[in-house]
């Protein structure tokens, strides 16, 4: 049986305009020569001659947030509780049986930017390819701003899953989703817009929020979605296990079997 990997994760590099400035990361690498020193205090006597070459080892110093790169995000960082009440969980917590699951892509890269997909937009779009969600389908949305990653318009690009949407497919027994733009929600930017015309708060992370009523995780900053067929994959997203954090790097990608 053939086997395909497709990537849908970002790289995590220097000087991409992916995040806010508030939350820039540095990688700062150090080559086989940089390092000899590192390398020579663990055997007394050695010198650099004999080493090969004169190396050491290649090694990376590398400041990032949680947020930073493609990444899980865990229900603790919607808001202190979800289902109703409860304690919300972390990464660390998160069910590795959710990770790896059926997956199924939404194409909404039709819908402008800032527009916020409700209920009846992913039943069309569901119908449309012929889909039937079942409980721990992880479903991701391929928007606008996947073709915008990189460039300095991307915070602003692709549209948002609202509240309502959500929690349709929550309802169905999703537990993850997942998005190419840079956050599950519409871009902050709109989202403001409509909150000084109308000044109604929930419209605010609304779609991040719906864990406060069914606990859920996201994926955000999703790459090359438009190179994976509606259905008919399966979808691996272990998060990196960080104690008691909001959300884990990933190395989203999707398997196809032949």
């Not at 590192?38 to 050491?56: D, H, I, V």
């Amino acid at each position: 049986m053939a086997r395909k990997i497709i990537d849908i994760s970002v790289a995590i590099e220097n000087d991409v305009p992916a995040d806010p400035p508030v939350m820039d990361l540095k990688i700062n690498y150090m080559s086989h020569k940089q390092t000899v020193g590192q390398l020579l205090p663990f055997f007394p006597g050695l010198s650099e001659e004999e080493l090969p070459g004169g190396e050491a080892w290649a090694i990376e110093q590398v400041s990032l947030f949680t947020h930073n790169g493609t990444h899980l995000d865990a229900p603790y960082h919607f808001h202190s509780t979800m289902n109703n009440g409860e304690r919300a969980i972390t990464i660390d917590e998160v069910p590795l049986e959710w990770c790896f699951n059926r997956g199924v892509k939404l194409d909404f890269r039709h819908f402008e930017d800032g527009y916020v997909v409700s209920a009846q937009d992913i039943k069309d779009e569901l119908e449309r390819i012929g889909h039937e969600l079942q409980p721990l389908d992880i479903v991701v949305v391929n928007t606008s701003a996947g073709a915008a990653y990189g460039q300095p318009n991307y915070l602003a690009k692709g549209c948002g899953i609202g509240k309502e949407a959500t929690l349709y497919l929550l309802e169905h027994g999703v537990r993850i989703t997942g998005t190419d733009a840079w956050s599950w929600d519409a871009p902050f930017i709109y989202t403001a817009q409509k909150y000084a015309e109308t000044k109604d708060a929930s419209i605010i992370w609304e779609g991040h929020r719906a864990a406060m009523e069914i606990g859920y995780c996201h994926i955000e900053k999703l790459s090359n979605l438009e190179s994976l067929p509606d259905s008919g994959f399966i979808l691996s997203c272990f998060p990196v296990k960080i104690k008691g954090a909001s959300a884990g790097w990933t190395r989203a990608v999707a398997i196809i079997e032949d």
